[in-house]
C-alpha cells in the first residue's frame, strides 16, 4: 500500500506539472494581450506596449514558465493582473463559496439518487421505475442555467423566500450562508443527479440478478437486509466511480451557476480571469482544480478497498 | 415519504419568516454587469472602474455635469487670459479621505504623474501640450501649455485626471482615495463594493445616501430577477431594451431612458478591399436601414446617428438624414465600383456586447438585399482588441465608442479603421488650436460633413441610457454625457 501511495504521489505531481505546462502555453497562445484588455480600447497602443514589458509578457514563453514554476513550487502562485492581489489569497477567498456549494449540491445528488435508483431498481419496469427514469430524462434534458432561472423565478420572484443571488457571507451566519447557495446548489445538482440515478438504477439491477441475491432470499433474509447488505454495496463500486467523476463535473459546472446566482465563487474567478487574461489567475485556478480532481479520484480509488476488501493495490 | 412532505411544507412556511427585514432607506443597491478591472482610475479606462469610481470616490479641477457643461469642481475657479497658461484656483477646506487638505502640490504631483511614460497612464496624449506645471501657493497652480490646446479643460475634466493624495499612490488599484462624497468600504472581489458616505465632503448637504452597494450581476435575467425580487434598488447596466416595455408598465419602478455619449458603428477596414473604394462604403451606408436596425436590434431604443459627435456633444449636428436608406442607389453605387453582384465579408462581433451580435444579424439581412453577403463571425472581447483594434484583422466590425469628443480617433491613420484623409486630419489639427467657440464649431461642422462624405465608417445609433430603478428613487442622471454614474444626489424620497 505504502508503494501504492508513493507511486500516486509521483503520479500527482507529473500531472500538475503537465497541466500546468499545458495551461500556461494554451492561455499565452490564445489570441488576445492582457494588456490590451487592462487599457481597453481606449488606450493607446504605445501604453499597452509598455504595459506588456513590465508584466514580462515579451519574455521567451520558456522562460516565464520556468519562473512561474519555481515560484509555484515555493507556494507562491503570482499575482493577480487584474485584482492586484496574490492569485493563492483569491483562490482562498472565493472557497467559502465554491466548496460548500459543491458539497451540498454533491450531497443532494447523492441523498436523492441513491434512494431513487434503488427504488426503480426494485420496481424494474413497473409504474415507480418509469416515473423514475422520466423524472431522471428531464432532469438530464433540462440546462443547469435554466434550472437556474426558473427556480430564481419561483422562489425569489413569486414566493421571495430566498435572494435571487449573490453570497450573504458565512459572518452573517450559518443559515444565511446555506440559504444563498441553496438554489444554485440544486441547479448545479440537478443534472448529475439525473444522470446518477441511472447508474444507481443499473447497477442496482446487474446485483439483483446473481445468485447471492437470490440465496439471501432465499434463506429469508429481510428484503431491507438484502437491498442493504447484500445488493447496495456490492453495487456501489460503479456508482462510487460515476459519481466521482461527477465531483469533478460539479466544480465545472459552478462556472456558469455561479454567474447566474451572481456567486463569487472559483468559477466565476476563473471566466472573469479568462476574459481579462488575467495569466495567473487561469494559471492559479486550474491548478487547483486539477489538484482537486485528482485527490479526489484518489480518495475514490481508496474507497474501492473499503467497499471491496478483495481489492489490493500492491 | 408522507413525513418527508410534512417538513418540506413546514420549512418553505417558515422560510418568509426567515427573510432579512427591509434595507433602511439611506442605503441603496444598484446591480452592475460588470465587475472593475481594478480602481486605479489613472491605470484603466475601463467604463466599469469609472462607474464606481468616477465622481462618486474621485474628483478631478473641473467636471462634465449633467448637462454637459464644464464646471469648476475642485477648482472653485479658472483663469487665462492667452488660453496657453492656465490658473485654477482651489476650493480652501477639500479633504481626502485619510483626513489630508487638498493642497496644489497634490495635483502638481498627479498631472506629473500622468505624464510620466513610466506610470502607463493609458491616455498620456491628454497631456502632452503640458509645458510645465507651476505651484504657486498652497490652493494656485498654473499650467502652461505649449500652444493652444481648446480641450485642455475637457482633458483635466476627463476621469484620467482625477486628484488623489501622493502617499495613497500605490493603493490606488484596490483602495483608491480621493476628495468624493463617497468613501470606498470594502470590495468583496466577484460580489460587490460598498461605498459609504464621506461626512467631510466639500459640497454641503451632499451625499444624501449614507452607503451605496454596487452588486456584479452579469447575467441580465439575474439581474431582471433580482430587481424584481427587490434585492437591488437600481439596475444601471445589463439590461436589455428587451427587459423595457415590461418594466415601463410596473408600477413598483422607473425607468430612465436617456442619451449617451456611446455611438454604436459598423465599421469597414478601409485599407482592406473592397472597402478602399468610397463609393463602396456609401454603397454600404446607403444599404442599411437604420431605423429598422434600432428597432430590430434594440427594440426601438437609441437615437440614429450620421456622424461620430453625439447629441449630448455641444458641437452636435444632425446628419442623420444624411445618407438614407436607399437599396438602389446602393445598388448603382456597387455597379459603378465593380462589384455588380455584390461581395462576400466578414463581420466580426464581440459577444460580450450584446447589441453588437444583435445589430450584426439585422445588418447582414440588409445589406444582403443589396448584395454584400455578410458571415458573421462572433470572438470573445480578448481576441477583439487584438484582432480588430489594435491589428485591424478585419473586414467589418460594430462596436460601441463610449467616449465623448473621440473625434480624434478618425484623424489617425493607424486606428482600426485605416481612414486616411489629409483634408479631415488638417480639420482636426486646426480644431484642435482653435478657442473661440464659433469657429470651433464650424471647423466641427466641417469635419462632420467631411466625414459623412467619405463614410470610413457607418454610425448606426446612440446606445441609450437605459435604468430601472424602484420608484421613491430620485436624483439620477437622466443622460450620461461622462462615463460617470454620480450618486451624490441620489436620495429616497422620505
Known amino acids: ?314 | 415519504m408522507r413525513h418527508l412532505a410534512r417538513l418540506l411544507l413546514v420549512a418553505l412556511a417558515l422560510a418568509p419568516l426567515a427573510s432579512p427585514a427591509a434595507a433602511p432607506a439611506e442605503n441603496l443597491v444598484v446591480q452592475v454587469a460588470t465587475e472593475p478591472p481594478g480602481l486605479d482610475l489613472t491605470a484603466t479606462p475601463a467604463s466599469a472602474t469609472a462607474g464606481v469610481v468616477f465622481y462618486n470616490v474621485q474628483e478631478a479641477l473641473v467636471k462634465v455635469d449633467r448637462h454637459g457643461k464644464i464646471v469648476p469642481w475642485l477648482a472653485e475657479r479658472w483663469h487665462t487670459s492667452d488660453n496657453r497658461n492656465y490658473t485654477f484656483f482651489l476650493k480652501r477646506g477639500v479633504r481626502f479621505h485619510n483626513g489630508r487638505e487638498l493642497k496644489a502640490a497634490d495635483v502638481k504631483f498627479v498631472i506629473d504623474r500622468a505624464m510620466n511614460p513610466e506610470t502607463k497612464h493609458p491616455a498620456p496624449a491628454n497631456y502632452e501640450a503640458i509645458s510645465d506645471i507651476i505651484v504657486k501657493d498652497d490652493y494656485t497652480i498654473t499650467f502652461a501649455l505649449k500652444n493652444t490646446t481648446a480641450n485642455f479643460l475637457l482633458n483635466m475634466a476627463r476621469q484620467g485626471s482625477v486628484i488623489y493624495p501622493r502617499e495613497a499612490v500605490d493603493t490606488l488599484k484596490s483602495e483608491p482615495i480621493g476628495t468624493g462624497p463617497y468613501k470606498l468600504g470594502e470590495w468583496v472581489r466577484g460580489d460587490r463594493i460598498v461605498l459609504v458616505k464621506n461626512p467631510d465632503y466639500h459640497v454641503k448637504g451632499l451625499p444624501k445616501l449614507d452607503r451605496v452597494t454596487y452588486r456584479f450581476i452579469p447575467d441580465p435575467n439575474a439581474a431582471l430577477a433580482a430587481l424584481k425580487a427587490g434585492d437591488v434598488d437600481a439596475a444601471m447596466f445589463g439590461l436589455g431594451p428587451e427587459h423595457i416595455p415590461d418594466l415601463q408598465k410596473d408600477p413598483r419602478f422607473q425607468v430612465i431612458v436617456g442619451e449617451t455619449t456611446n455611438d454604436v458603428i459598423m465599421s469597414m477596414n478601409n485599407s482592406r478591399k473592397p472597402f478602399t473604394d468610397v463609393r463602396v462604403r456609401r454603397a454600404v451606408t446607403y444599404g442599411i436601414n437604420k431605423p429598422e436596425v434600432v428597432k430590430g436590434a434594440m427594440f426601438g431604443f437609441g437615437r440614429v446617428i450620421g456622424t461620430n459627435v453625439d447629441p449630448l456633444n455641444p458641437y452636435f449636428v444632425d446628419m442623420s438624414g444624411a445618407m438614407p436608406y436607399d437599396p438602389a442607389k446602393a445598388k448603382k453605387l456597387l455597379a459603378e465600383a465593380g462589384y455588380p453582384n455584390g461581395f462576400d465579408a466578414v463581420l466580426k462581433v464581440a459577444p460580450q456586447y450584446y447589441y453588437t451580435v444583435r445589430t450584426g444579424e439585422v445588418l447582414a439581412d440588409q445589406l444582403q438585399k443589396v448584395g454584400v453577403k455578410i458571415r458573421i463571425e462572433q470572438i470573445e472581447w480578448g481576441q477583439w482588441l487584438s484582432r480588430v483594434w489594435k491589428d485591424a484583422d478585419y473586414d467589418l466590425t460594430i462596436i460601441g465608442h463610449a467616449e465623448a469628443w473621440d473625434i480624434n480617433n478618425y484623424a489617425k491613420p493607424t486606428y482600426y479603421f485605416r481612414y486616411d484623409s489629409a483634408e479631415f486630419q488638417r480639420l482636426f489639427k486646426e480644431s484642435e488650436v482653435t478657442v473661440d467657440d464659433k469657429a470651433r464649431r464650424e471647423l466641427y461642422v466641417k469635419m462632420q460633413k467631411r466625414l459623412v462624405e467619405d463614410a470610413p465608417v457607418v454610425w448606426l445609433y446612440i446606445h441609450p441610457r437605459l435604468a430601472v430603478t424602484k420608484q421613491g428613487l430620485q436624483g439620477f442622471w437622466k443622460d450620461l454625457p461622462a462615463p460617470a454614474f454620480d450618486l451624490s444626489e441620489v436620495a429616497w424620497v422620505k
Do not use: C
Open chain 1, 1 to 314: 500500500m505504502r508503494r501504492y501511495i508513493a507511486r500516486r504521489v509521483a503520479a500527482f505531481v507529473a500531472t500538475l506539472f503537465f497541466v500546468s505546462g499545458l495551461v500556461f502555453v494554451v492561455v499565452r497562445v490564445l489570441p488576445g494581450d492582457p494588456a490590451l484588455v487592462i487599457i481597453g480600447a481606449e488606450g493607446s497602443p504605445e501604453v499597452a506596449a509598455r504595459l506588456r514589458e513590465s508584466l514580462g509578457l515579451n519574455r521567451p514563453i520558456l522562460v516565464q514558465y520556468a519562473e512561474w514554476l519555481s515560484r509555484a513550487a515555493r507556494g507562491d502562485l503570482g499575482v493577480s493582473l487584474q485584482y492586484d492581489v496574490p492569485v493563492g489569497r483569491l483562490i482562498l477567498s472565493r472557497l467559502p463559496v465554491t466548496l460548500p456549494l459543491t458539497v451540498m449540491a454533491a450531497v443532494l445528488m447523492a441523498a436523492t439518487a441513491l434512494p431513487l435508483g434503488l427504488y426503480a431498481a426494485r420496481r424494474h419496469r413497473r409504474a415507480g421505475d418509469y416515473l423514475a427514469m422520466v423524472v431522471s430524462q428531464v432532469g438530464i434534458a433540462i440546462p443547469g442555467f435554466w434550472a437556474g432561472l426558473l427556480l430564481i423565478l419561483l422562489f425569489s420572484v413569486h414566493l421571495g423566500w430566498v435572494q435571487s443571488g449573490g453570497f450573504a457571507g458565512w459572518s452573517s451566519g450559518l443559515w444565511p450562508g446555506v440559504r444563498s447557495l441553496l438554489l444554485p446548489a440544486i441547479a448545479l445538482g440537478l443534472f448529475q443527479t439525473a444522470v446518477l440515478v441511472r447508474a444507481t438504477r443499473s447497477s442496482v439491477l446487474d446485483v439483483l440478478r446473481e445468485d447471492y441475491v437470490r440465496t439471501a432470499r432465499a434463506k429469508g433474509v429481510s428484503e431491507l437486509a438484502v437491498l442493504a447488505k447484500h445488493t447496495l454495496r456490492n453495487a456501489m463500486i460503479p456508482i462510487v466511480t460515476v459519481a466521482g467523476l461527477q465531483l469533478g463535473q460539479l466544480m465545472a459546472g459552478a462556472i456558469i451557476l455561479e454567474s447566474v446566482f451572481a456567486l463569487p465563487g472559483l468559477g466565476r474567478l476563473a471566466l472573469g480571469a479568462i476574459t481579462a487574461r488575467d495569466l495567473p489567475v487561469v494559471q492559479g485556478v486550474t491548478l487547483f482544480v486539477a489538484s482537486t480532481i485528482v485527490l479526489i479520484n484518489f480518495a475514490v480509488d481508496l474507497l474501492y478497498v473499503v467497499l471491496d476488501p478483495r481489492i489490493r493495490y500492491e
